[in-house]
Antibody, heavy 119, light 107 residues
Framework: QLQLQESGPGLVKPSETLSLTCTVSGDSISSSNYYWGWIRQPPGKGLEWIGSIFYYSGTTYYNPSLKSRVTVSVDTSKNQFSLKLTSVTAADTAVYYC??????????WGQGTLVTVSS | EIVMTQSPATLSVSPRERATLSCRASQSISTNLAWYQQKFGQAPRLLIHGASTRATGIPARFSASGSGTEFTLTISSLQSEDFAVYYCQQYNKWPFTFGPGTKVDIK
């Protein structure tokens, strides 16, 4: 059974960089023809896609509204993929989810991790 | 960017009644649409993909239809575990976008 688990600091200071990792178990990131993505959800609000990576080609796709601040990458040795979001503000406070994309739809999700931006 | 809208924002339904949720795309997305269910404090769960195909393990009381710009999710007989927020999402074109959600609550 595929499982995804987000990890990283729950509190980040304004203007700093938010860094999260998603550990995948039950499948290999490098052996599967999937995209791997990040989605976030501010408290009490809806879902926003952040970015995705297609391991086979190394191609990344980012939400234009965040593109200048976002990097998604893969570490196959650890079977993980990561999110970096720079220059964070209070508006970046959200639950961050990692997910697998099979034929681009999000079919498996992590449980989510709350990241608060505050000094 | 393709804008997704959903209606109504809130739907109050009695148990065992039918619920019909709507989703609209600002331009044609063919059948590249997914529906997700999110219960409080949980991650979203994929219900439907390809506009009408139930995901693995999803009960038959969930059905969906549509293509182009107009889509519908129907829950034929609401069970207590179905009270949640439902989101549609297009994956026809990057950036992938979600609708604002429809909350289904108990009448």
């Amino acid at each position: 059974q595929l499982q995804l688990q987000e990890s990283g600091p729950g509190l980040v200071k304004p203007s700093e960089t938010l860094s999260l990792t998603c550990t995948v178990s039950g499948d290999s990131i490098s052996s599967s023809n999937y995209y791997w993505g990040w989605i976030r959800q501010p408290p009490g609000k809806g879902l926003e896609w952040i970015g995705s990576i297609f391991y086979y080609s190394g191609t990344t796709y980012y939400n234009p509204s965040l593109k200048s601040r976002v990097t998604v990458s893969v570490d196959t040795s650890k079977n993980q993929f990561s999110l970096k979001l720079t220059s964070v503000t209070a508006a970046d406070t959200a639950v961050y989810y990692c997910a697998r994309q099979a034929f681009k739809k999000f079919d498996y999700w992590g449980q989510g991790t709350l990241v608060t931006v505050s000094s | 960017e393709i804008v997704m809208t959903q209606s109504p924002a809130t739907l109050s339904v009695s148990p065992r009644e039918r619920a019909t949720l709507s989703c609209r795309a600002s331009q044609s997305i063919s059948t590249n649409l997914a529906w997700y269910q999110q219960k409080f404090g949980q991650a979203p769960r994929l219900l439907i993909h390809g506009a009408s195909t139930r995901a693995t393990g999803i009960p038959a009381r969930f059905s969906a239809s549509g293509s182009g710009t107009e889509f519908t999710l129907t829950i034929s007989s609401l069970q207590s575990e179905d009270f949640a927020v439902y989101y549609c999402q297009q994956y026809n074109k990057w950036p992938f976008t979600f609708g604002p959600g429809t909350k289904v609550d108990i009448k």
